[in-house]
T-cell receptor, first 113, second 116 residues
Framework: GAVVSQHPSRVICKSGTSVKIECRSLDFQATTMFWYRQFPKQSLMLMATSNEGSKATYEQGVEKDKFLINHASLTLSTLTVTSAHPEDSSFYIC?????????FGSGTRLTVV | AQSVTQLDSQVPVFEEAPVELRCNYSSSVSVYLFWYVQYPNQGLQLLLKYLSGSTLVKGINGFEAEFNKSQTSFHLRKPSVHISDTAEYFCAVSGGGSSNTGKLIFGQGTTLQVKP
């Protein structure tokens, strides 16, 4: 079946530093990947749509300069949280679409201290 | 644009009892509908999906859901729950057919608490 690998699963970083999260489709090519953010006890909010070989499409209210998305290949999309601050602490989840279905990564718990 | 409303934030139920988690959607176009389960600090696992065809959809772990177009609902059911079903459940919608942009819109989630 379709598998999406997301790394790291947990990361703690200092305020002001940048963090990169990777999302890989292991056994299929994903021309489109999605990045979500989830606050505790809340739903998933779509941040951006990542398209291979082109610029990401960000949802309204998402700072594109803070959340840099790169989709350089058909199997890898990365989300970089730049100049992280405590309010960026959250659970980030990626997903890849395939055949009208969606496969999700296991998520990354980001804590900014 | 689509939206999803999960009518119950928490559903407590005793083990081996039946359960229904409610989901209503709104959309001006055809839709695809999904139910996902999330365990603590993990990603989402697909339980079932409706794309077209039979309105009764059977998924994994004994779950099923029925697509009701007239009531714009997609309620999730299980005839007998287990302790291991305790988790967060999300209903999601995307545009269907030619309206599909790939974006999934999620409901607020329902916490299923199965008690012994």
């Amino acid at each position: 079946g379709a598998v999406v690998s997301q790394h790291p699963s947990r990361v703690i970083c200092k305020s002001g530093t940048s963090v990169k999260i990777e999302c890989r489709s292991l056994d299929f090519q994903a021309t489109t990947m999605f990045w979500y953010r989830q606050f505790p006890k809340q739903s998933l909010m779509l941040m951006a749509t990542s398209n291979e070989g082109s610029k990401a499409t960000y949802e309204q209210g998402v700072e594109k300069d803070k959340f840099l998305i790169n989709h350089a290949s058909l199997t890898l999309s990365t989300l970089t949280v730049t100049s992280a601050h405590p309010e960026d602490s959250s659970f980030y989840i990626c997903s890849a679409s395939r055949d009208n279905g969606y496969t999700f990564g296991s998520g990354t718990r980001l804590t900014v201290v | 644009a689509q939206s999803v409303t999960q009518l119950d934030s928490q559903v407590p139920v005793f083990e081996e009892a039946p359960v229904e988690l409610r989901c209503n959607y709104s959309s001006s176009v055809s839709v695809y509908l999904f139910w996902y389960v999330q365990y603590p600090n993990q990603g989402l696992q697909l339980l079932l999906k409706y794309l077209s065809g039979s309105t009764l959809v059977k998924g994994i772990n004994g779950f099923e859901a029925e697509f009701n177009k007239s009531q714009t609902s997609f309620h999730l059911r299980k005839p007998s729950v287990h302790i291991s079903d305790t988790a967060e459940y999300f209903c999601a919608v995307s545009g269907g057919g030619s309206s599909n942009t790939g974006k999934l819109i999620f409901g607020q989630g329902t916490t299923l608490q199965v008690k012994p």
